[in-house]
């Protein structure tokens, strides 16, 4: 398992810095660049000169790119100071190290993401479950009903409404803002609590339709009317026989969630205006600020990565097969 | 979407990066919430209210005056009904760009500027608008001698920075030099260049590459303070707009001690009434009270709340809900350059307890369609157009009345000079267009002629005025072929000289209230380069002569030639064909007292503000 | 010699003797196109001790029968009718905590592809030492000992180390001896083999049936054979029970059916089935036409579709009246019995040879 782990990080971290790559040379190769943006309407070429050199783009591309690639390892020196490891350069747009503004919004799509799967996995699984155990009940009948209406919503759409709800005519709630957990646990929690339970409502509804048709699946499973067949209460052959094998796809699934959720919340970050990472990247995105939304890019796939690996690790643990092959 | 708001993206002289980016998250934003049909007209109302807006924007477009030591000193007048505590919260969509005075050009930043730093002069308005120089941290709006080439400054007693020091002619020396520096390249360029002269005009800062920091300074015969309290300027000509040039942010006192090069852009000094408490950029900034700042120096300023906590990544159209709706802290709320988000104009003015929260009032930007003048040849071509263009439909794309008026002429309302009646087109008789003339005119045209390359912003914007001159230049006969820009790299793209368009939608919007930062970048055949804002690429000798006679002239004098050259334009050269003038529209919350437009900001005036309870 | 006794609509009763007793057995499934008669009346007995086949080609009805017997249907969408009596119990009407306690421990089943039937997220070992437990309330400890005991007897070497492995360490033959194992942990007086070959190559097939015999003379259990395969039945069963379209249509002891078929369709199985003695050349003579649809059987005999020997039959007999089975020895066919072994001995015998 420990060379399993450790092979699968080389392999990160090779992808990594081949997804670093190629995200730098084909923001290089887009039409226009942020020097030339931030130019302006009474742009010079002396101005525009002025602002290339010291946003560092009058150096070679090939340096410009160990720079950065080194800078993450290293550490680097800016103007404003030294840049510590890992440092994903500086944004061009705020002048702010790119880490240390990716720490700071992190918190908020931490949450939100954290907040999101403890809610979609504790009711979206769980009604699943239930949905699947009471196959035909009126609780499945209502589950099912129920998930297929909100997996059909999207967060734009419901997240407004909730909002007009609770906050623009009822002023039951504040605007939804991050509050560090250290500083007060209970507006850190009152703060996202919109945002996360929409999110999670959109995620839940799907999360109880996988989880009921994969226990349904698994139910049919040859091996757990074996189980039936010695015997086993049907509880018993449910959750030892069945559920074992319906969390394969789960988290699978899951691990795909919450990897790209912690790399950026997009949708649900706008329409909250909520200042977390997906809003970091479209705003690095539209800025063409080529350090930012390396950064942010580069932290997603760091995600992804590792979720990929802790997914895998998962199906070891779940899946015998998996463990022993 | 929002398109007024929009409008000032692309209009904006002083507008780079964050105000077109926030353009694009806008569009996103809006987007991602499926909001259809934008509404096309804003109310019948629109008549009475353009007026309305016209008369006030009369006043806005008074000459500035210069105001002297008695009228420069503090405190300023109260607001009425002011009271002092609470703190408002602002709402912005994109970040701020910057903070170090010396990068501050565009808007936002510039409102912040005007609480938290002080400069040689500033912008003093009255209760009827009308806009004048003060002396700020000087005793008055400087005093010019040799025909205007030389200013002196005189430097008020008691003005202290926010650690508590005294604000000297060093620091203001300071402040001017360092414009000089390499990290400095995103504020106004005009004092250094002015200081530069011709001698140094192909790169200002070869007069002082160091930019003070490495022990050497300007000359005397340049920059001289003979003493603690004196700062004198020498120019090569006549700078008769130099307390005006200086009022701008970009201009505020940097104290030569407390600078930090780079770093100071996140963590400046204060001299205002406001200091910084904290800083994240993009997300939030605090100010506070900063307690070195006394009001008796201050003619303009005011410290009623406690404080200001902005809030960055609000999008125009939340900004716009939250303060319809009124709710909790949102009742203490103010938009920073936001306006009211198009879609819900209605919701504004149809509710009267929201429309009393609303300031309004015309920004400095003249939208025009600019012509290609090295590919569009004809006059006869242009002249067609500019009676052809439907500023009707156009203004209904920007939200209607409250997003745009007619514009006839290349002068906004802003402007001293402006004539509302001058209307050589008869655009203001018939805002559809003149179809009858025009098509008249392009019957007469060889057919070659008749084909025209537009190029247009891919922002939703960009696409409703795409159609509204499409259609307009259709209907009189034209064939127009429309080219798709990126919206991010729009004036980057039109603003090349040997850009394959014939035409393009541009705006500007004067940097003080004087026809030359106006005529001068956007007209001077002296500035037909890449990148520059003169995108029609004018080459007519004779408008190089009016500038360059005006810009000598005192302020009385160059009025009058800033009209003929205004006039020779429009009628004899036609580079481009007016079509609307862009509108302010903010909206605060139930709580915040003493809102009101400011003319020379153009938004809310952030420095009268309090909370009311 | 099992008591093989049938009427269509009045059932025999309950011979003493017998241990199971499956009397005019009704299951419907309700799907989406309509209701599936999966089992339409079907009765047999088994003997304890004693082998009985049941053959029929898939969807004839014989799995659905067996896992009814164990109460694994869907109680959502099957009904069962008629009754099923194990040593004096009715299974039909019993309560599923009643079923539990005999699945596994009274009676037990062993599935057809040991692969999917066994779960691969556990431990051979604890798949077989989980049902002990809970019939016999042993320890893990004894569970554990009296699995390697049973892993042990159906030929798994190094039972105690192969305890911990799970089932896809198990080559396909050990799977299949560690399901039997299984199926034997609680000593079942009745066991079901579903097709417990089919999934296995020949040469390990011979053995399973081997293990199963031998089992079967050392336990005493009853046991109901499911297969397809003729070839198989002949060497396990004591009788035999040929279904089609989910009705016997054919019982009578394996020596008397396979000898001297009655039904048109069980000749037809008996001539679609290779012979080693058979020459290479000689094709195989397969059964025209498929199986009839549940959903709307044929009216009449079932297989009249299909029956070669229909015209035979005076009339509209054939797709008019459903023949019935008679008691003991007996075959579902409108055929007199002269024309059954005229036709046999002309027909079908010469085929066989």
């Not at chain 1, 999360?207 to 015997?231: D, F, L, N, P």
């Not at chain 2, 990290?183 to 790169?203: E, M, R, V």
């Not at chain 2, 008749?450 to 795409?466: D, H, P, T, W």
């Not at chain 3, 999966?38 to 007995?45: H, N, P, T």
Request: charged share 20%.
């Amino acid at each position: 398992m420990l060379q399993f782990i450790f092979r699968r990080s080389v392999g990160a971290v090779v992808t990594l810095f081949l997804l670093g790559a190629v995200t730098f040379f084909l923001f290089v190769a887009a039409p226009s660049d942020y020097a030339s943006l931030a130019c302006g309407k009474d742009c010079s070429p002396q101005r525009l000169h002025d602002i290339r050199e010291a946003l560092g783009l009058d150096q070679p591309l090939a340096q410009q790119f160990w720079n950065f690639m080194s800078g993450i390892v290293m550490g680097r020196d800016f103007p404003t100071g030294h840049c510590n490891a890992p440092c994903l350069g500086v944004s061009f747009y705020s002048g702010d190290p790119v880490w240390s503004t990716i720490m700071d919004r992190f918190p908020t799509t931490l949450t939100l993401t954290l907040g999101g799967a403890v809610v979609f996995l504790v009711v979206g699984v769980g009604a699943g479950m239930l949905a699947a155990y009471k196959r035909g009940s009126m609780v499945d009948k209502v589950a099912t009903g129920a998930s297929m209406v909100l997996s059909s919503f999207q967060i734009y759409f419901l997240g407004p409404i909730v909002l007009i709800i609770f906050v623009y005519s009822t002023g039951w709630m504040d605007n939804p803002q991050y509050h560090p957990i250290t500083d007060d646990p209970i507006k850190w929690f009152t703060g996202l609590l919109l945002p996360t339970l929409v999110m999670a409502t959109i995620f839940t509804a799907q999360y109880t339709r996988m989880a009921r048709s994969s226990m349904i699946e698994q139910m049919a499973e040859e091996h757990v009317r074996t189980a039936r067949a010695k015997g086993m209460s049907s509880k018993y052959v449910f959750f030892r026989y069945a559920w074992r094998g319906a969390l394969i796809p789960i988290v699978t699934v899951l691990g795909i969630d919450i990897s790209s959720m912690l790399g950026g919340a997009v949708v649900t970050e706008i329409t909250f205006s909520l200042q977390g990472i997906g809003r970091l990247a479209v705003d690095g995105a539209s800025h063409k600020d080529l350090p930012l939304t390396m950064g942010v890019m580069l932290f997603g796939a760091f995600f992804i990565l590792i979720f990929n690996i802790l997914t895998d690790i998962a199906y070891a643990y779940i899946d015998p097969r998996v463990r022993l092959s | 979407m929002d398109n007024n708001r929009q409008v000032g993206a692309y209009a904006n002289m002083k507008s780079f990066t964050s105000r077109r980016a926030r353009a694009i998250v806008v569009a996103i934003a809006a987007g991602s919430l499926a909001l259809t049909g934008c509404s096309e007209n804003k109310g019948s109302k629109s008549g009475t209210d353009s007026k309305k807006d016209q008369k006030e924007a009369s006043v806005q477009s008074k000459p500035v005056t210069y105001v002297d030591a008695a009228g420069s000193t503090g405190p300023a007048a109260e607001v009425p009904g002011a009271k002092s505590g609470g703190t408002v919260q602002v709402y912005q969509e994109a970040g701020l760009s910057h903070l170090d005075p010396g990068q501050i050009y565009v808007s936002d930043a510039g409102q912040v500027a005007n609480l938290l730093f002080r400069r040689l002069t500033q912008f003093q308005e009255d209760d009827k608008g009308n806009v004048s120089v003060a002396g700020d941290l000087a005793t008055d709006s400087g005093k010019s001698s040799d025909g205007g080439k030389t200013w002196t400054f005189t430097l008020k007693d008691g003005v202290k920075d926010a650690n508590g020091n005294a604000i000297t002619s060093a620091d203001v020396r300071h402040t001017v030099e360092r414009q000089f520096a390499k990290f400095i390249f995103d504020g106004p360029p005009y004092l250094q260049t002015w200081l530069a002269g011709n001698k140094y005009a192909s790169d200002y800062r070869k007069l002082l590459p160091g930019g003070g920091f490495d022990g050497k300074h300007l000359p005397a015969s340049v920059l001289d303070t003979p003493d603690a309290k004196t700062v004198i300027f020498h120019f090569d000509t006549a700078r008769p707009d130099l307390p005006q040039t200086l009022a701008m942010a970009g201009y505020a006192v940097v104290p030569a001690k407390t600078d930090t090069k780079e770093s100071y852009d996140k963590a400046p000094v204060a001299t205002g009434p406001y200091k910084i408490a904290s800083y994240k950029a993009g997300k939030s900034l605090v100010l506070t009270k900063n307690t070195n700042w006394d009001p008796k120096t201050d003619s303009v300023r005011h410290q009623y709340p406690d404080g200001f906590n902005f809030t960055f990544g609000i999008t125009e159209t939340t900004q716009t809900k939250r303060l319809i709706a009124d709710q909790g802290d949102d009742k203490n709320a103010i938009q920073l350059t936001g306006g009211v988000e198009s879609t819900q104009i209605q919701d504004v003015i149809g509710n009267p307890a929201v429309n009393k929260r609303t300031v309004k009032g015309y920004q400095p930007y003249v939208m025009q369609l600019s012509f290609n003048l090295d590919r569009v040849k004809d006059i006869k071509v242009r002249q067609a157009i500019t009676y052809a263009v439907n500023s009707k439909s156009l203004i209904a794309g920007e939200g209607g009345a409250y997003g745009g008026d007619v514009a006839p002429n290349y002068f906004a309302p802003t402007l001293p000079g402006y004539e509302a009646s001058y209307d050589p087109y008869g655009r203001l008789k018939a805002p559809q267009g003149n179809i009858a003339k025009a098509t008249e005119m392009v019957k007469a045209l060889p057919a070659a002629e008749k084909k025209l390359v537009f190029a247009y912003s891919n922002s939703e914007a960009g696409q409703k005025r795409k159609v509204a001159i499409e259609d307009a230049l259709t209907k009189v006969g034209f064939e127009v072929v429309s080219k798709e820009v990126d919206s991010a790299s729009y004036y980057e793209q039109i603003g090349k000289l040997a850009n394959p368009y014939d035409m393009y939608i541009t705006g500007w919007g004067q940097d003080w209230p004087s026809p030359g930062t106006v005529i001068t970048p956007v007209y001077d055949p002296a500035q037909v380069t890449d990148g520059s804002p003169n995108y029609a690429h004018v080459k007519d000798p004779k408008v190089k002569e009016l500038i360059q006679t005006a810009l000598t002239q005192d302020p009385v004098e160059a009025a009058k030639t800033w009209k003929e050259a205004e006039h020779y334009l429009l009628e004899k050269v036609v580079p481009a064909a007016p079509l609307w003038y862009t509108k302010q529209f903010q909206l605060s919350g139930s709580n915040i007292g003493g809102a009101r437009y400011g003319s020379v900001s153009s938004l809310l005036d952030i420095n009268r503000i309090y909370v009311k309870s | 010699m099992t008591t093989l006794t049938k009427t269509e609509d009045a059932p025999a009763p309950t011979g003493p003797e017998s241990f199971l007793s499956v009397r005019d057995l009704k299951v419907q499934f309700s799907t989406e196109d309509g209701i599936v008669k999966a089992v339409d009346g079907l009765s047999f007995d088994v003997e304890r001790g004693k082998t009985l086949g049941i053959v029929g080609e898939s969807g004839s009805g014989k799995s659905v029968t067996n896992l009814t017997i164990l109460g694994l249907h869907s109680p959502r969408s099957t009904t069962v009718e008629g009754e099923i009596v194990l040593d004096g119990k009715e299974l039909v009407t019993a309560s599923e905590r009643e079923l539990e306690r005999l699945r596994g421990n009274k009676m037990a089943m062993i599935f057809q592809d040991p692969l999917t039937a066994l779960s691969p997220f556990y431990t051979v070992g604890r798949q077989l030492s989980e049902p002990y437990m809970k019939h016999t309330g042993a320890s893990k400890k004894e569970a554990r000992d009296r699995a390697v005991q049973m892993l042990e007897k159906v030929g798994i070497p190094q039972p105690k180390m192969r305890f911990d492995d799970y089932p896809h360490q198990f080559s396909g033959g050990m799977r299949q001896r560690a399901m039997i194992a299984m199926a034997l942990m609680c000593d079942p007086d009745l066991l079901i083999a579903d097709e417990p070959t089919t999934a296995l190559d020949v040469t390990v097939q011979a053995q399973i049936l081997d293990l199963l015999k031998d089992l079967q003379q050392e336990f005493g259990s009853a046991i109901i054979f499911i297969t397809h395969d003729l070839g198989v039945i002949s060497t396990m069963a004591d009788d035999l029970l040929v279904m089609y379209a989910g009705r016997a249509i054919e019982r009578g002891s394996v020596r008397e059916v396979m000898r001297e078929p009655r039904h048109p369709y069980t000749w037809g199985l008996l001539s679609s089935m290779p012979r080693l003695d058979s020459d290479v050349d000689e094709a195989l003579t397969p059964i025209p036409g498929s199986p009839p649809s549940l959903l709307n059987p044929p009216t009449g005999c079932p297989f009249h579709p299909r029956c070669a020997f229909r015209d035979e039959v005076p009339g509209t007999l054939c797709t008019d009246t459903r023949p019935s089975l008679g008691d003991g020895r007996a075959a579902a066919c409108h055929l007199t019995a002269e024309q059954k072994q005229t036709i046999f001995i002309d027909k079908i015998q010469p085929r066989l040879r």
